[in-house]
Protein backbone atom coordinates (compact mmCIF):
# COMPACT_ATOMS: atom_id res chain seq x y z
CA UNK A 1 0.00 0.00 0.00
CA UNK A 2 0.94 3.53 -0.58
CA UNK A 3 1.49 5.98 2.08
CA UNK A 4 -1.66 7.82 1.81
CA UNK A 5 -3.39 4.03 2.11
CA UNK A 6 -1.76 4.01 5.63
CA UNK A 7 -1.91 7.23 6.84
CA UNK A 8 -6.30 6.58 5.78
CA UNK A 9 -5.94 3.08 7.37
CA UNK A 10 -4.64 4.38 10.48
CA UNK A 11 -6.37 7.31 11.22
CA UNK A 12 -9.74 5.49 10.53
CA UNK A 13 -9.09 3.37 12.73
CA UNK A 14 -7.89 5.55 15.41
CA UNK A 15 -11.02 7.17 15.02
CA UNK A 16 -13.00 4.28 15.89
CA UNK A 17 -11.35 3.17 18.75
CA UNK A 18 -11.34 6.65 20.53
CA UNK A 19 -14.88 7.11 19.54
CA UNK A 20 -15.38 3.65 21.15
CA UNK A 21 -13.99 5.16 24.62
CA UNK A 22 -14.87 8.11 24.52
CA UNK A 23 -18.81 6.81 24.49
CA UNK A 24 -17.69 3.88 26.96
CA UNK A 25 -19.20 5.87 30.04
CA UNK A 26 -21.77 3.84 31.79
CA UNK A 27 -22.85 2.38 35.19
CA UNK A 28 -20.12 0.23 36.25
CA UNK A 29 -22.35 -2.77 36.71
CA UNK A 30 -24.09 -5.69 34.69
CA UNK A 31 -27.00 -3.51 33.16
CA UNK A 32 -24.47 -0.82 32.51
CA UNK A 33 -22.00 -3.34 31.15
CA UNK A 34 -23.74 -5.54 28.67
CA UNK A 35 -27.20 -3.56 28.20
CA UNK A 36 -25.98 0.09 28.55
CA UNK A 37 -28.64 1.08 31.16
CA UNK A 38 -31.59 0.52 28.73
CA UNK A 39 -31.48 3.55 27.48
CA UNK A 40 -30.72 3.35 23.56
CA UNK A 41 -33.19 4.96 20.91
CA UNK A 42 -34.44 3.18 18.19
CA UNK A 43 -31.73 4.29 15.50
CA UNK A 44 -28.74 3.00 17.99
CA UNK A 45 -30.43 -0.13 18.07
CA UNK A 46 -31.11 -0.96 14.37
CA UNK A 47 -27.12 0.28 13.38
CA UNK A 48 -26.07 -1.68 16.02
CA UNK A 49 -27.82 -4.81 14.88
CA UNK A 50 -27.29 -4.10 11.13
CA UNK A 51 -23.14 -3.77 12.73
CA UNK A 52 -23.28 -7.23 14.34
CA UNK A 53 -24.98 -9.06 11.30
CA UNK A 54 -23.04 -7.31 8.61
CA UNK A 55 -19.11 -8.95 9.41
CA UNK A 56 -16.25 -8.09 7.24
CA UNK A 57 -17.39 -12.05 5.75
CA UNK A 58 -20.32 -9.90 4.28
CA UNK A 59 -18.48 -7.31 2.40
CA UNK A 60 -15.29 -9.77 1.70
CA UNK A 61 -17.41 -13.13 1.13
CA UNK A 62 -20.88 -11.48 -0.61
CA UNK A 63 -19.29 -9.92 -3.95
CA UNK A 64 -17.38 -12.85 -4.55
CA UNK A 65 -19.99 -15.09 -3.87
CA UNK A 66 -22.46 -13.45 -6.82
CA UNK A 67 -19.18 -12.93 -9.23
CA UNK A 68 -19.39 -16.87 -9.41
CA UNK A 69 -22.81 -17.76 -8.34
CA UNK A 70 -25.11 -14.68 -9.13
CA UNK A 71 -27.58 -12.71 -7.07
CA UNK A 72 -29.27 -15.49 -6.01
CA UNK A 73 -27.80 -15.60 -2.49
CA UNK A 74 -30.54 -12.58 -1.49
CA UNK A 75 -32.59 -15.20 -1.29
CA UNK A 76 -31.18 -16.25 1.74
CA UNK A 77 -32.64 -13.02 3.57
CA UNK A 78 -35.83 -13.15 2.61
CA UNK A 79 -37.97 -14.84 5.21
CA UNK A 80 -35.91 -12.24 7.58
CA UNK A 81 -38.57 -9.07 7.16
CA UNK A 82 -41.15 -12.05 8.29
CA UNK A 83 -39.11 -13.24 11.35
CA UNK A 84 -38.78 -9.39 12.79
CA UNK A 85 -42.86 -9.41 13.01
CA UNK A 86 -42.67 -12.67 14.53
CA UNK A 87 -39.99 -10.98 17.08
CA UNK A 88 -41.56 -7.75 18.18
CA UNK A 89 -45.16 -9.70 18.28
CA UNK A 90 -43.75 -12.61 20.76
CA UNK A 91 -40.17 -12.44 21.61
CA UNK A 92 -39.28 -8.44 22.38
CA UNK A 93 -42.37 -7.64 24.88
CA UNK A 94 -41.63 -11.07 26.79
CA UNK A 95 -37.48 -9.96 27.14
CA UNK A 96 -38.21 -6.48 28.16
CA UNK A 97 -41.04 -7.38 31.01
CA UNK A 98 -39.06 -9.89 32.60
CA UNK A 99 -35.69 -7.40 32.93
CA UNK A 100 -33.13 -9.98 31.58
CA UNK A 101 -29.53 -10.00 30.82
CA UNK A 102 -29.64 -12.80 28.28
CA UNK A 103 -32.26 -15.10 26.64
CA UNK A 104 -31.53 -18.00 27.92
CA UNK A 105 -32.24 -17.03 31.90
CA UNK A 106 -36.21 -17.22 30.32
CA UNK A 107 -35.76 -21.00 29.77
CA UNK A 108 -35.09 -21.66 33.69
CA UNK A 109 -38.25 -19.72 34.52
CA UNK A 110 -39.95 -21.44 31.88
CA UNK A 111 -38.54 -25.40 32.14
CA UNK A 112 -35.34 -25.55 34.33
CA UNK A 113 -31.80 -25.06 35.08
CA UNK A 114 -30.75 -27.90 32.57
CA UNK A 115 -32.52 -26.58 29.99
CA UNK A 116 -31.07 -23.24 30.36
CA UNK A 117 -27.11 -24.06 30.46
CA UNK A 118 -27.68 -26.69 27.45
CA UNK A 119 -29.05 -23.46 25.32
CA UNK A 120 -26.81 -21.46 26.62
CA UNK A 121 -23.96 -23.76 25.90
CA UNK A 122 -24.83 -24.56 22.07
CA UNK A 123 -24.67 -20.88 21.92
CA UNK A 124 -21.43 -20.16 23.40
CA UNK A 125 -20.15 -23.37 21.32
CA UNK A 126 -21.55 -22.04 18.16
CA UNK A 127 -20.71 -18.35 18.80
CA UNK A 128 -17.09 -18.59 20.31
CA UNK A 129 -16.34 -20.61 17.01
CA UNK A 130 -17.29 -18.12 14.65
CA UNK A 131 -16.10 -15.10 16.39
CA UNK A 132 -12.97 -16.93 15.81
CA UNK A 133 -13.70 -17.53 12.00
CA UNK A 134 -14.73 -13.39 11.67
CA UNK A 135 -11.11 -12.77 13.07
CA UNK A 136 -9.13 -15.12 11.04
CA UNK A 137 -11.28 -14.87 7.17
CA UNK A 138 -10.33 -11.16 6.51
CA UNK A 139 -7.21 -11.64 7.87
CA UNK A 140 -6.02 -14.44 5.99
CA UNK A 141 -7.53 -12.80 2.99
CA UNK A 142 -5.39 -9.54 3.73
CA UNK A 143 -2.31 -11.71 4.52
CA UNK A 144 -2.23 -13.28 0.77
CA UNK A 145 -3.16 -10.18 -0.97
CA UNK A 146 -0.87 -7.82 1.24
CA UNK A 147 1.57 -10.06 2.21
CA UNK A 148 1.16 -8.92 5.91
CA UNK A 149 1.98 -11.27 8.25
CA UNK A 150 -1.43 -13.04 9.39
CA UNK A 151 -0.81 -13.94 12.88
CA UNK A 152 0.44 -10.26 13.56
CA UNK A 153 -2.98 -9.35 11.30
CA UNK A 154 -5.29 -11.74 14.17
CA UNK A 155 -3.40 -10.45 17.21
CA UNK A 156 -3.95 -7.08 16.06
CA UNK A 157 -7.46 -7.02 14.93
CA UNK A 158 -8.53 -9.25 18.00
CA UNK A 159 -6.76 -7.12 20.12
CA UNK A 160 -7.81 -4.08 19.54
CA UNK A 161 -11.32 -4.94 19.67
CA UNK A 162 -10.73 -6.11 22.99
CA UNK A 163 -9.59 -2.88 24.27
CA UNK A 164 -12.77 -0.85 23.43
CA UNK A 165 -15.30 -4.04 24.52
CA UNK A 166 -13.86 -4.64 27.10
CA UNK A 167 -13.43 -1.04 28.42
CA UNK A 168 -17.19 0.00 27.07
CA UNK A 169 -19.35 -2.82 26.97
CA UNK A 170 -22.40 -2.41 25.21
CA UNK A 171 -22.33 1.11 25.24
CA UNK A 172 -18.95 1.47 23.35
CA UNK A 173 -20.05 -1.35 20.78
CA UNK A 174 -23.20 0.38 20.08
CA UNK A 175 -22.22 3.73 19.51
CA UNK A 176 -18.71 2.61 17.68
CA UNK A 177 -21.39 0.33 15.23
CA UNK A 178 -22.75 3.93 13.65
CA UNK A 179 -19.87 5.33 12.72
CA UNK A 180 -18.46 2.28 11.49
CA UNK A 181 -21.53 1.34 9.44
CA UNK A 182 -21.59 5.01 8.14
CA UNK A 183 -17.45 3.97 6.86
CA UNK A 184 -18.59 0.90 5.69
CA UNK A 185 -21.39 2.12 3.44
CA UNK A 186 -19.74 5.25 1.92
CA UNK A 187 -16.24 2.89 1.39
CA UNK A 188 -18.93 0.12 -0.62
CA UNK A 189 -20.12 2.74 -2.70
CA UNK A 190 -17.08 4.00 -3.18
CA UNK A 191 -15.47 0.38 -5.09
CA UNK A 192 -18.68 0.23 -6.50
CA UNK A 193 -18.67 3.69 -8.20
CA UNK A 194 -15.05 2.85 -9.07
CA UNK A 195 -15.90 0.03 -11.28
CA UNK A 196 -18.48 1.75 -13.08
CA UNK A 197 -16.12 4.89 -13.68
CA UNK A 198 -13.48 2.49 -15.03
CA UNK A 199 -15.77 1.16 -18.07
CA UNK A 200 -15.36 2.55 -21.26
CA UNK A 201 -16.62 5.85 -22.15
CA UNK A 202 -20.17 5.50 -22.75
CA UNK A 203 -20.98 2.40 -20.62
CA UNK A 204 -22.62 3.53 -17.39
CA UNK A 205 -24.61 1.07 -14.94
CA UNK A 206 -27.38 -0.11 -16.48
CA UNK A 207 -25.69 -1.31 -19.43
CA UNK A 208 -23.17 -3.23 -16.81
CA UNK A 209 -26.15 -4.52 -15.25
CA UNK A 210 -27.70 -6.04 -18.97
CA UNK A 211 -24.12 -7.80 -19.15
CA UNK A 212 -24.29 -9.44 -15.99
CA UNK A 213 -27.61 -10.63 -17.00
CA UNK A 214 -26.52 -12.21 -20.29
CA UNK A 215 -24.04 -13.99 -18.27
CA UNK A 216 -26.90 -15.15 -16.02
CA UNK A 217 -25.74 -13.31 -12.88
CA UNK A 218 -29.35 -11.27 -12.59
CA UNK A 219 -30.59 -14.44 -11.33
CA UNK A 220 -32.37 -12.89 -8.14
CA UNK A 221 -35.19 -15.29 -7.87
CA UNK A 222 -34.43 -19.10 -8.45
CA UNK A 223 -37.36 -21.88 -7.25
CA UNK A 224 -35.09 -24.47 -7.01
CA UNK A 225 -37.16 -26.94 -9.50
CA UNK A 226 -35.33 -29.04 -11.99
CA UNK A 227 -36.03 -31.46 -14.45
CA UNK A 228 -36.11 -34.03 -11.89
CA UNK A 229 -38.42 -31.86 -9.72
CA UNK A 230 -37.59 -29.70 -6.74
CA UNK A 231 -33.74 -29.84 -5.60
CA UNK A 232 -33.33 -30.26 -2.29
CA UNK A 233 -29.30 -29.97 -2.49
CA UNK A 234 -30.29 -26.28 -3.76
CA UNK A 235 -28.95 -23.80 -1.41
CA UNK A 236 -30.32 -20.34 -2.50
CA UNK A 237 -33.72 -20.45 -4.09
CA UNK A 238 -36.85 -18.82 -2.86
CA UNK A 239 -38.30 -21.63 -0.59
CA UNK A 240 -35.11 -22.53 1.10
CA UNK A 241 -34.92 -18.21 1.70
CA UNK A 242 -38.13 -17.85 2.71
CA UNK A 243 -38.63 -21.20 5.02
CA UNK A 244 -35.40 -21.99 5.81
CA UNK A 245 -34.35 -18.34 6.08
CA UNK A 246 -37.15 -17.45 8.20
CA UNK A 247 -36.12 -20.13 11.22
CA UNK A 248 -32.48 -19.11 10.64
CA UNK A 249 -33.52 -15.43 10.92
CA UNK A 250 -35.92 -16.58 14.00
CA UNK A 251 -33.35 -17.89 15.73
CA UNK A 252 -30.35 -15.73 15.28
CA UNK A 253 -32.55 -12.67 16.26
CA UNK A 254 -34.24 -13.53 18.68
CA UNK A 255 -32.16 -16.42 20.64
CA UNK A 256 -28.32 -15.70 19.60
CA UNK A 257 -27.95 -13.19 22.72
CA UNK A 258 -25.47 -11.16 20.32
CA UNK A 259 -28.56 -9.98 18.63
CA UNK A 260 -30.87 -10.49 21.62
CA UNK A 261 -28.35 -8.17 23.38
CA UNK A 262 -28.66 -5.57 20.72
CA UNK A 263 -32.50 -4.56 20.79
CA UNK A 264 -32.30 -5.47 24.99
CA UNK A 265 -30.50 -2.01 25.16
CA UNK A 266 -33.60 -0.64 23.88
CA UNK A 267 -35.23 2.44 26.04
CA UNK A 268 -38.64 0.93 25.47
CA UNK A 269 -40.74 -2.08 23.60
CA UNK A 270 -41.53 0.13 21.02
CA UNK A 271 -37.82 1.35 20.53
CA UNK A 272 -36.84 -2.16 20.25
CA UNK A 273 -39.67 -3.15 17.86
CA UNK A 274 -38.75 -0.14 15.34
CA UNK A 275 -35.22 -0.64 15.27
CA UNK A 276 -35.70 -4.59 14.07
CA UNK A 277 -38.77 -3.59 11.96
CA UNK A 278 -36.69 -1.47 9.91
CA UNK A 279 -33.91 -4.23 10.13
CA UNK A 280 -36.45 -5.88 8.05
CA UNK A 281 -37.23 -3.27 5.39
CA UNK A 282 -33.17 -2.16 5.20
CA UNK A 283 -31.47 -5.62 4.91
CA UNK A 284 -32.48 -6.98 1.82
CA UNK A 285 -31.91 -4.13 -0.52
CA UNK A 286 -28.88 -3.43 1.51
CA UNK A 287 -27.66 -6.92 0.81
CA UNK A 288 -28.82 -6.59 -3.04
CA UNK A 289 -26.73 -3.99 -3.36
CA UNK A 290 -23.58 -5.63 -1.55
CA UNK A 291 -24.33 -8.57 -3.94
CA UNK A 292 -24.86 -6.29 -7.20
CA UNK A 293 -21.03 -5.35 -6.55
CA UNK A 294 -20.11 -8.44 -7.71
CA UNK A 295 -22.13 -8.65 -10.47
CA UNK A 296 -20.45 -5.14 -11.90
CA UNK A 297 -17.04 -7.02 -11.03
CA UNK A 298 -18.41 -9.34 -13.70
CA UNK A 299 -18.35 -6.82 -16.05
CA UNK A 300 -15.68 -4.62 -15.31
CA UNK A 301 -13.50 -7.77 -15.97
CA UNK A 302 -15.08 -8.52 -19.41
CA UNK A 303 -13.75 -5.05 -20.68
CA UNK A 304 -10.31 -5.64 -18.45
CA UNK A 305 -8.76 -8.72 -18.43
CA UNK A 306 -9.07 -10.84 -14.88
CA UNK A 307 -6.61 -12.79 -13.12
CA UNK A 308 -6.75 -16.11 -14.36
CA UNK A 309 -6.65 -17.18 -10.27
CA UNK A 310 -7.63 -13.99 -7.95
CA UNK A 311 -5.39 -15.76 -5.60
CA UNK A 312 -2.16 -14.91 -6.67
CA UNK A 313 -0.20 -16.43 -3.98
CA UNK A 314 -1.84 -19.79 -5.41
CA UNK A 315 -0.44 -18.84 -9.39
CA UNK A 316 3.11 -18.15 -7.75
CA UNK A 317 2.93 -21.45 -6.01
CA UNK A 318 2.14 -23.55 -9.66
CA UNK A 319 4.68 -21.48 -11.24
CA UNK A 320 7.69 -22.31 -8.92
CA UNK A 321 6.51 -26.17 -9.27
CA UNK A 322 7.13 -28.80 -11.55
CA UNK A 323 3.77 -27.68 -13.36
CA UNK A 324 4.83 -24.22 -14.89
CA UNK A 325 4.88 -24.87 -18.04
CA UNK A 326 1.50 -26.04 -18.13
CA UNK A 327 0.77 -22.78 -16.13
CA UNK A 328 2.18 -20.76 -19.00
CA UNK A 329 0.19 -23.28 -21.55
CA UNK A 330 -3.44 -21.91 -19.69
CA UNK A 331 -2.28 -18.43 -19.16
CA UNK A 332 -1.89 -18.29 -22.99
CA UNK A 333 -4.97 -19.12 -23.96
CA UNK A 334 -6.61 -17.07 -21.26
CA UNK A 335 -4.99 -13.93 -22.36
CA UNK A 336 -6.40 -14.84 -25.84
CA UNK A 337 -9.97 -15.20 -24.98
CA UNK A 338 -9.64 -12.18 -22.74
CA UNK A 339 -8.85 -10.57 -25.94
CA UNK A 340 -11.82 -12.11 -27.79
CA UNK A 341 -14.05 -11.49 -24.55
CA UNK A 342 -13.31 -7.36 -24.50
CA UNK A 343 -14.09 -7.30 -28.72
CA UNK A 344 -17.09 -9.54 -28.12
CA UNK A 345 -18.59 -7.56 -25.08
CA UNK A 346 -18.19 -4.08 -26.76
CA UNK A 347 -20.25 -5.74 -29.78
CA UNK A 348 -22.77 -6.54 -27.20
CA UNK A 349 -23.28 -3.24 -25.74
CA UNK A 350 -23.42 -1.40 -29.05
CA UNK A 351 -26.15 -3.54 -29.72
CA UNK A 352 -27.91 -2.81 -26.81
CA UNK A 353 -27.40 0.82 -27.54
CA UNK A 354 -28.81 0.08 -31.38
CA UNK A 355 -31.61 -1.30 -30.06
CA UNK A 356 -30.89 -4.56 -32.60
CA UNK A 357 -31.21 -7.43 -31.29
CA UNK A 358 -28.74 -8.78 -28.80
CA UNK A 359 -28.96 -12.97 -29.16
CA UNK A 360 -26.10 -13.32 -31.53
CA UNK A 361 -23.79 -10.91 -29.18
CA UNK A 362 -24.98 -12.82 -25.95
CA UNK A 363 -24.53 -16.41 -27.15
CA UNK A 364 -20.55 -15.93 -28.30
CA UNK A 365 -20.00 -14.17 -25.32
CA UNK A 366 -21.29 -16.27 -23.17
CA UNK A 367 -19.43 -19.02 -25.07
CA UNK A 368 -16.35 -17.51 -24.03
CA UNK A 369 -17.32 -16.79 -20.72
CA UNK A 370 -17.65 -20.80 -20.34
CA UNK A 371 -14.12 -21.49 -22.35
CA UNK A 372 -12.67 -18.94 -19.86
CA UNK A 373 -13.92 -20.77 -16.52
CA UNK A 374 -13.22 -24.01 -18.32
CA UNK A 375 -9.40 -23.01 -18.32
CA UNK A 376 -9.27 -21.64 -14.74
CA UNK A 377 -10.90 -25.41 -13.94
CA UNK A 378 -7.70 -26.47 -15.08
CA UNK A 379 -5.53 -24.60 -13.18
CA UNK A 380 -8.03 -25.67 -9.82
CA UNK A 381 -7.28 -28.84 -10.78
CA UNK A 382 -3.34 -28.79 -10.62
CA UNK A 383 -3.65 -26.58 -7.13
CA UNK A 384 -5.68 -29.66 -6.27
CA UNK A 385 -2.92 -32.10 -6.84
CA UNK A 386 -0.72 -33.58 -4.07
CA UNK A 387 2.32 -31.93 -4.84
CA UNK A 388 0.80 -28.57 -4.78
CA UNK A 389 -1.73 -28.66 -2.19
CA UNK A 390 -3.21 -25.40 -2.95
CA UNK A 391 -6.94 -23.49 -1.95
CA UNK A 392 -8.47 -24.13 -4.74
CA UNK A 393 -11.67 -21.66 -4.38
CA UNK A 394 -10.48 -17.81 -4.76
CA UNK A 395 -14.38 -16.80 -4.16
CA UNK A 396 -13.39 -14.69 -1.15
CA UNK A 397 -10.62 -12.45 -3.02
CA UNK A 398 -12.41 -11.34 -5.90
CA UNK A 399 -13.70 -7.98 -4.01
CA UNK A 400 -10.80 -7.28 -2.56
CA UNK A 401 -8.35 -8.13 -5.82
CA UNK A 402 -10.42 -5.53 -7.17
CA UNK A 403 -9.83 -3.05 -4.83
CA UNK A 404 -6.15 -3.88 -4.54
CA UNK A 405 -5.53 -3.73 -7.98
CA UNK A 406 -7.81 -0.67 -9.60
CA UNK A 407 -8.38 1.62 -6.85
CA UNK A 408 -6.10 4.90 -6.18
CA UNK A 409 -4.29 5.36 -3.54
CA UNK A 410 -6.06 6.47 -0.37
CA UNK A 411 -9.07 4.42 -1.75
CA UNK A 412 -7.37 1.40 -1.00
CA UNK A 413 -6.61 2.25 2.50
CA UNK A 414 -10.55 2.94 3.23
CA UNK A 415 -11.83 -0.08 1.69
CA UNK A 416 -8.71 -1.63 4.03
CA UNK A 417 -9.71 -0.29 7.02
CA UNK A 418 -13.89 -1.17 5.89
CA UNK A 419 -12.82 -4.84 6.60
CA UNK A 420 -11.22 -4.33 9.72
CA UNK A 421 -14.19 -1.94 10.82
CA UNK A 422 -16.81 -4.62 9.61
CA UNK A 423 -15.08 -7.15 11.55
CA UNK A 424 -14.98 -5.06 14.40
CA UNK A 425 -18.57 -4.75 14.76
CA UNK A 426 -19.32 -7.83 14.86
CA UNK A 427 -16.68 -9.40 16.84
CA UNK A 428 -17.11 -6.39 19.33
CA UNK A 429 -20.75 -7.49 20.03
CA UNK A 430 -20.49 -11.39 19.69
CA UNK A 431 -17.62 -11.08 22.96
CA UNK A 432 -20.26 -8.67 24.78
CA UNK A 433 -23.23 -11.50 24.13
CA UNK A 434 -20.44 -14.58 25.12
CA UNK A 435 -19.28 -12.61 28.22
CA UNK A 436 -22.94 -11.61 29.03
CA UNK A 437 -24.06 -15.53 28.71
CA UNK A 438 -20.54 -16.74 30.44
CA UNK A 439 -21.43 -14.26 33.29
CA UNK A 440 -25.13 -14.67 33.71
CA UNK A 441 -25.82 -18.38 33.06
CA UNK A 442 -22.97 -19.81 33.91
CA UNK A 443 -20.67 -18.09 36.34
CA UNK A 444 -23.61 -16.95 38.78
CA UNK A 445 -25.20 -19.78 38.71
CA UNK A 446 -22.27 -22.48 39.10
CA UNK A 447 -19.13 -20.49 40.07
CA UNK A 448 -20.14 -17.51 42.45
CA UNK A 449 -23.38 -18.10 43.30
CA UNK A 450 -23.78 -16.03 46.29
CA UNK A 451 -24.86 -11.99 45.52
CA UNK A 452 -22.52 -9.69 44.40
CA UNK A 453 -22.42 -6.12 43.81
CA UNK A 454 -22.19 -4.35 40.90
CA UNK A 455 -18.68 -3.44 41.11
CA UNK A 456 -18.13 -7.06 41.27
CA UNK A 457 -20.38 -8.26 38.86
CA UNK A 458 -18.55 -5.37 36.51
CA UNK A 459 -15.12 -6.53 37.29
CA UNK A 460 -15.82 -10.38 36.15
CA UNK A 461 -17.85 -9.17 32.80
CA UNK A 462 -15.00 -7.82 31.97
CA UNK A 463 -12.65 -10.26 32.84
CA UNK A 464 -14.80 -12.80 31.18
CA UNK A 465 -14.64 -10.36 28.11
CA UNK A 466 -11.16 -10.70 27.46
CA UNK A 467 -11.23 -14.47 28.30
CA UNK A 468 -13.25 -14.86 25.40
CA UNK A 469 -11.53 -12.43 22.80
CA UNK A 470 -7.98 -14.33 23.52
CA UNK A 471 -10.05 -17.59 22.89
CA UNK A 472 -11.29 -16.42 19.39
CA UNK A 473 -7.47 -14.94 18.80
CA UNK A 474 -6.65 -18.49 19.72
CA UNK A 475 -8.69 -19.95 17.60
CA UNK A 476 -8.02 -17.39 14.56
CA UNK A 477 -4.37 -18.23 14.98
CA UNK A 478 -4.65 -21.82 14.48
CA UNK A 479 -7.75 -22.21 11.77
CA UNK A 480 -7.11 -23.93 8.66
CA UNK A 481 -7.78 -22.70 5.23
CA UNK A 482 -11.74 -22.23 4.59
CA UNK A 483 -13.17 -23.82 1.53
CA UNK A 484 -15.68 -22.00 -0.36
CA UNK A 485 -17.49 -18.62 0.58
CA UNK A 486 -16.63 -17.25 3.96
CA UNK A 487 -19.99 -15.83 4.03
CA UNK A 488 -21.19 -19.51 3.32
CA UNK A 489 -19.23 -20.77 6.02
CA UNK A 490 -20.12 -19.05 9.15
CA UNK A 491 -23.65 -19.46 8.23
CA UNK A 492 -23.08 -22.98 7.76
CA UNK A 493 -21.81 -23.18 11.38
CA UNK A 494 -24.76 -21.02 12.34
CA UNK A 495 -26.99 -23.47 11.20
CA UNK A 496 -25.95 -26.61 13.02
CA UNK A 497 -27.39 -24.89 16.13
CA UNK A 498 -30.04 -22.46 15.47
CA UNK A 499 -32.48 -24.96 14.74
CA UNK A 500 -32.39 -26.65 18.05
CA UNK A 501 -32.25 -23.31 20.18
CA UNK A 502 -34.82 -21.88 18.19
CA UNK A 503 -36.87 -25.03 18.51
CA UNK A 504 -36.36 -24.78 22.61
CA UNK A 505 -38.24 -21.96 22.17
CA UNK A 506 -41.01 -22.35 20.77
CA UNK A 507 -42.07 -25.00 22.92
CA UNK A 508 -41.41 -22.24 25.74
CA UNK A 509 -43.55 -19.83 23.99
CA UNK A 510 -46.10 -21.76 22.27
CA UNK A 511 -46.23 -24.90 24.19
CA UNK A 512 -47.27 -24.08 27.72
CA UNK A 513 -47.78 -27.68 28.95
CA UNK A 514 -44.35 -29.36 27.97
CA UNK A 515 -42.14 -29.35 30.52
CA UNK A 516 -38.37 -29.02 31.00
CA UNK A 517 -37.60 -32.95 30.60
CA UNK A 518 -38.74 -33.41 27.23
CA UNK A 519 -37.60 -30.34 25.82
CA UNK A 520 -34.40 -31.35 27.22
CA UNK A 521 -34.52 -34.92 25.39
CA UNK A 522 -35.55 -33.47 22.69
CA UNK A 523 -32.82 -31.07 21.96
CA UNK A 524 -30.21 -33.66 22.49
CA UNK A 525 -31.52 -35.93 20.56
CA UNK A 526 -32.35 -33.36 17.15
CA UNK A 527 -29.25 -31.82 17.89
CA UNK A 528 -27.03 -34.97 17.36
CA UNK A 529 -29.90 -36.02 14.07
CA UNK A 530 -28.97 -32.08 12.46
CA UNK A 531 -25.14 -32.78 13.02
CA UNK A 532 -25.55 -36.36 11.19
CA UNK A 533 -27.72 -35.07 8.62
CA UNK A 534 -24.82 -32.19 7.86
CA UNK A 535 -22.27 -35.27 7.44
CA UNK A 536 -23.87 -37.45 5.64
CA UNK A 537 -26.48 -35.61 3.56
CA UNK A 538 -26.35 -33.01 1.16
CA UNK A 539 -29.54 -30.79 2.02
CA UNK A 540 -29.05 -27.42 1.61
CA UNK A 541 -28.41 -26.15 4.76
CA UNK A 542 -30.70 -23.52 5.23
CA UNK A 543 -32.79 -26.23 5.45
CA UNK A 544 -31.65 -27.61 8.73
CA UNK A 545 -32.49 -24.36 10.84
CA UNK A 546 -35.93 -24.97 9.45
CA UNK A 547 -35.55 -29.25 10.27
CA UNK A 548 -33.62 -28.35 13.76
CA UNK A 549 -36.68 -26.10 15.35
CA UNK A 550 -39.71 -28.27 14.14
CA UNK A 551 -38.12 -31.58 15.18
CA UNK A 552 -37.34 -30.06 18.65
CA UNK A 553 -41.13 -28.57 18.79
CA UNK A 554 -42.57 -31.92 17.22
CA UNK A 555 -40.50 -34.56 19.55
CA UNK A 556 -41.35 -32.28 22.87
CA UNK A 557 -44.79 -33.03 22.15
CA UNK A 558 -44.75 -35.90 21.83
CA UNK A 559 -42.35 -36.87 24.61
CA UNK A 560 -44.44 -34.84 27.04
CA UNK A 561 -47.42 -37.31 26.45
CA UNK A 562 -45.25 -39.99 27.41
CA UNK A 563 -42.61 -38.24 30.48
CA UNK A 564 -45.56 -36.13 31.43
CA UNK A 565 -47.54 -39.16 32.37
CA UNK A 566 -45.17 -41.14 33.89
CA UNK A 567 -43.93 -37.88 35.88
CA UNK A 568 -48.13 -37.18 37.17
CA UNK A 569 -48.22 -40.78 37.27
Given at each position: ????????????????????????????????????????????????????????????G???????D?????Q????????????????????????????????E?????????LT?????????????I????????L?????????????????????Y??????R???????L???????????????????????????????V???????N?I????N??G?????R????????????????????D?????????????????I?L????L????????????G?????????N?????????Q??????????????????????????????????????????D???????????????????T??????????????????N?????????????G????L?????????????????????T????????????????????Y??????????G???????L???K????????????G?????????I????????HV????????????Q????????????????????????????????????G?????
Open positions: MSQADWIVLIATLAVIISFGLYKSRTSKDLDGYFLSNRNMPWYVVLLSIMGTQASAITFIAPGQAYTGMRFVYYFGLPIAMVVLCITFVPIFHRLKIYTAYEYLNRFDLRTRTSFLFLLQRGLSTGSIYAPAIISTLLGWNIYLINIVMGGLVIVTMTGGAAVAYTQQQFVIIAAGMFVAAYTMVHLLPEGVGLMDAVKGDVLGKMVTTGVENFNWEDYNIWSGIIGGFFLALSYFGTQSQVGRYLTAKSVKESRGLMNGVKVPMQFLILLTVLAVTFYQFKAPLFFNELVKRVAASVYKDSLSGIQRQYDSLAIEKQQLVKNLVADFKGGVTSGASIALRKVNVATESLRQFKGILDKKEIGGDSNDTYIFLRFVVDHLPALVGLIAVIFLAAWGSIAAALNSLASTVVDIHKKFIRKDECTGLEDSVSKRYTLIWLFSVVVAFAGLGGSLIEAVNILSLFYGVILGFLVAFYCKGGRAVFISALVVVAIILLFIYSAIGFLWLNAIGALGVLGLALMLELIVKRTTG
